[in-house]
Structure formats: structure tokens, C-alpha cells
């Protein structure tokens, strides 16, 4: 029912200017899932990202979240209420320290300062590498802690749906190993995970659900266990 349903995109048209990547999107995020989005490199995996966190203004289309119309709202209206999005690239301040990278994430739904503390806490408690090198530049970490410290950021918002765009790009296996781990955990004490994941293999063995995008729509939807187990699936949709 649409109770069940965080997250719904309607028809989504976007792009940068002249070009237009997403061409009518329709995207369903239940409550409590994990859902990945998959498809090949290029098709708008991140352009839909951007769109659904306010960074990119869409050209037609809505998006409803927790029973709200946010379509075309700022970015930090979005955050306040309840969607975090940890970009890219593993991106943070390079020359602030672990701490200070958190503390901006909480900035941006500019909570009071005993809620923020326990927010540090609790993503310290999930990531204890990060209390552990909290003075340290952000610069410094692995790759591995660079993603910890975005993640991190997002979770200080204290996310209803927590968007992770592109988990394991760069980082070696026992690394992603780790961070799904600690992933399963964030989602287990109530979270809703929305993943973007050019690794197949992973976004839909870590999944409940996934979207597979192709030519900025989703052209096939499905628990994630059933679509690994298509061998159709690999070479029609992801090229691969
Ligand atoms: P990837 O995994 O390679 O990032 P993706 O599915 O996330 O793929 P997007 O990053 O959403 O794809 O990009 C979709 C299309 O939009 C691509 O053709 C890309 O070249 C183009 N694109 C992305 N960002 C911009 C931008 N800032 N300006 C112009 N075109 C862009």
C-alpha cells in the first residue's frame, strides 16, 4: 500500500541542459528495504540521485517522499526532512579532520547540540575507525575510511532513507566486505537503504530489492535474490 512506500518517483525527466538522461522514471522505495539500483555505466543512475536529493532540478515528473511532494525542493529542505546522500567518489573535506567532516553533516539540519553529540556517537559506534582517527585530516584516510567519513556525514542528519551512490568503486573486496557489514547493521536498527552499485554482484546479493535502469528508465524491477539468480539479467541490462 502507499503507506508502505518511502519513496515514490513519478515520471521523472532530467538532465543538464540540452541533454536529457532520465525519460520518464518511475522508482517504488518500501519502508525498511534495502534497494539497489543497478545498470550500466552512463544510463542515469547518478542524475536520478541528484535529482531525487534537490541538487538537480527536474523537467517533468514527481517526486513523493513520507507522503510528501518534494519535487524541486532545495537541497537542504530534503535533508531536514529525512534523505541523506552520500555522493560519489567517497568525497570529503580533505583538509578537515573525521570530526569536523561529521559535525557539517549534522550542520546542514542544524540540530541542537545534545542531539548532535548522540548522533556522533551512534555513527562512531558503527564506525569505530572513525573515533579512532576523529583529529586526524580527512585526507590522510584510506579509501575505505574516506567512504566511512561520507557515510558517516550522511547518518548525522539521522536519515529515514540513506542514499549511497556508488559503495564499492575503488575500494578491494574485504574493504566493501567490511562496509556492507556495517551497512547491514545501520539498516538493521531501522534504516531504509537506497544503493547505486556498478557491482552487480553485490548490489543484489546485499539487497531485498533492486530497479535496473536502462536509457534513463527502470526497465525491470524485482526482488534482488531473483534477478542474480537470471542469467539473462547480466548480459541484456548491465553490459556485462
Ligand atoms: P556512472 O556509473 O558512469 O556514473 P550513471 O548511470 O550514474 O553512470 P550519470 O552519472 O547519471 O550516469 O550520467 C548519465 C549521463 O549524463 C552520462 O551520459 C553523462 O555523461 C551525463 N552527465 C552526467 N553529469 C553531467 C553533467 N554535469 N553535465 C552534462 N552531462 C552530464
Known amino acids: 500500500s502507499a503507506e508502505d512506500l518511502l519513496l515514490t518517483v513519478e515520471g521523472l ?3 543538464y541542459g540540452p541533454i536529457t538522461v532520465l525519460h520518464g522514471l518511475d522508482l517504488d522505495i518500501r519502508r525498511g528495504e534495502i534497494h539497489a539500483i543497478v545498470g550500466a555505466n552512463g544510463v542515469g543512475k547518478s542524475t536520478l540521485l541528484r535529482t531525487v536529493s534537490g541538487l538537480l532540478q527536474p523537467e517533468a515528473g514527481r517526486v513523493i517522499f513520507d507522503g510528501e511532494d518534494i519535487t524541486g525542493m532545495r537541497p537542504d529542505g530534503i535533508v531536514a526532512r529525512g534523505i541523506s546522500h552520500a555522493p560519489e567518489g567517497h568525497r ?6 573525521v570530526e569536523e567532516n561529521l559535525r557539517l553533516g549534522a550542520y546542514r539540519r542544524g540540530g541542537d547540540g545534545a542531539k ?3 548522533a556522533l556517537d551512534q555513527v562512531y559506534n558503527f564506525f569505530p575507525k572513525l573515533r579512532e582517527r576523529r583529529m586526524q585530516l580527512a585526507g590522510t584516510l ?3 575510511e574516506q567512504q566511512m567519513c561520507a557515510i558517516g556525514r550522511a547518518l548525522m542528519a539521522d536519515p529515514k532513507l540513506l542514499i549511497i ?9 574485504v ?3 567490511e562496509l556492507l557489514h556495517i551497512l547491514s547493521r545501520i539498516h538493521t536498527s ?10 552487480v554482484s553485490v548490489a543484489l546479493g546485499f539487497s531485498d530489492r533492486a530497479s535496473v535502469v536502462q536509457s534513463g528508465r527502470v526497465i525491470l524491477r524485482g526482488e534482488a535474490r531473483s534477478l542474480l539468480n537470471d542469467p539473462g539479467i547480466k548480459e541484456t541490462y548491465l553490459g556485462g
Open 13 to 15: 525527466v532530467a538532465g
Open 92 to 97: 570529503v573535506f580533505k583538509g578537515l579532520s
Open 116 to 118: 548532535n553529540w548522540a
Open 142 to 144: 584510506s579509501g575505505g
Open 165 to 173: 551512490d556508488e559503495l564499492s568503486l575503488g575500494l578491494a573486496p
Open 175 to 177: 574493504i566493501v566486505e
Open 190 to 199: 531501522g534504516g531504509t537503504i537506497l544503493l547505486v552499485e556498478q557491482d
